[in-house]
């Protein structure tokens, strides 16, 4: 079954075709980063904006580069939520109407349940049961997932996301939205025991997160010290392993409450060397298996949303010819979709 994926929940116009026969045939991510950098974050009137502009296009590269054309396609999936509601209903838009044009089942997908999925489109992906910690610029969850389209929320941020994190102390020390991955790249050249920030939360029972304290914690030093370029890349380094940290004490706990040996991570920050590398290192010892999707499947991508639209549609699933996009929509509430 050949299956057209479109992704368009913010700033990526992203979209892939999948066959359970073949694997991904195709896949394209366009970003609209220049765009919004000089805004230092996503406007979400020029994002609607350019993914009318890409996403037909995009569309017709990936069809010629799977030597496929409309009447292969056998289903069409698109970003349902959540997300910003303009640029939502462009993806949704296209679709509905390509699915109405080629007369195929077409269905919208939650965008939280696809970054969960694509670590199965990986050459060894894990079995379910397993835990996942699912951490992007607007989420931080950690996820009981028994098997698919069943999950259990087990902890969430309180404040501000783990991406969203990044994204504002990188603006802080200057560097251009989404700072998250050059906060990173600063952070390498950056002296681990100058500064030492909390870990938040830590020695609160569960597993709830909160970063909105580190941010500041991190605005308070940039103004003492932040002076020099070694002092911004300490401040980043310090940043990244309190949160690094936070992260990998959370899922040692989650893993130990659920009695799981899995972990899966996925999500924008998932991409982050010093998250996967600690991870690998800590847990792998304990004799849990981490399984992380390549860095670009972490990131907003098609590839996510055709798999899970496969997944879905073989089942039978399918929407009216209503377009219904919802820009907050809860994980849990797929159970009784
Ligand atoms: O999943 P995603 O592409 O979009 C959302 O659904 O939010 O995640 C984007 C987030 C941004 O906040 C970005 O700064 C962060 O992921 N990110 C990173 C890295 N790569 C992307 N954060 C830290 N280190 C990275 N290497
Ligand atoms: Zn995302």
């Not at 116009?13 to 026969?21: G, K, L, R, W």
């Not at 694997?23 to 230092?40: C, D, E, N, R």
């Not at 996503?42 to 017709?60: C, Y």
């Not at 392993?241 to 893993?255: E, F, P, W, Y």
């Amino acid at each position: 079954m050949h299956v057209l994926g479109i992704e368009t929940s913010c700033d990526e116009t992203a979209v892939a075709i999948y066959d359970e026969q073949s694997g991904l045939l195709a896949h394209h991510v366009y970003s609209q980063i220049a765009t919004h950098a000089k805004f230092g974050g996503v406007v979400p009137e020029l994002a609607s904006r350019d993914h009318i502009r890409k996403t037909l296009p995009l569309i017709e590269q990936a069809l010629s580069d799977a030597k496929l054309n409309g009447n292969d396609i056998e289903g069409v999936a698109y970003t349902k939520g959540p997300g910003l509601i303009g640029a939502l209903m462009v993806g949704a838009t296209i679709g509905r109407s390509l699915g109405w044009a080629w007369q195929v089942p077409t269905l919208g997908i939650h965008h939280l349940e696809s970054h969960l999925m694509v670590v199965m489109l990986e050459s060894n992906p894990p079995q379910f049961p397993f835990l996942t910690l699912l951490v992007s610029g607007g989420h931080t969850m950690l996820i009981d997932v028994h098997e698919f389209g069943n999950y259990q929320m087990l902890g969430q941020t309180l404040d501000d996301a783990v991406g969203e994190a990044f994204d504002k102390t990188a603006k802080l020390l200057g560097l251009p939205y989404p700072g998250g991955p050059g906060l990173a790249v600063l952070a390498e050249s950056g002296n681990p025991y100058r500064f030492h920030f909390p870990r938040p939360m830590v020695s609160h029972p569960g597993l709830d997160f909160s970063f909105s304290g580190l941010k500041t914690y991190a605005m308070n030093c940039f103004k003492e010290y932040g002076q020099d370029e070694q002092a911004r890349a300490d401040i980043a380094c310090a940043f990244e392993d309190a949160v690094v940290d936070t992260l990998l004490i959370k899922c040692r706990r989650a893993l130990q409450q659920t009695k799981l040996q899995r972990l899966v991570v996925v999500g924008g920050v998932g991409a982050n060397k010093k998250l996967r590398q600690r991870l690998q290192h800590n847990l792998v010892s304990q004799g849990v298996n981490v399984y992380f999707p390549r860095p670009e499947f972490c990131t907003d991508n098609g590839a996510m949303v055709a798999y899970t639209g496969y997944l879905r549609l073989a089942r039978g699933e399918c929407d009216s010819l209503a377009i219904d996009v919802r820009a907050r929509w809860g994980l849990e509430e797929l159970m009784t979709r």
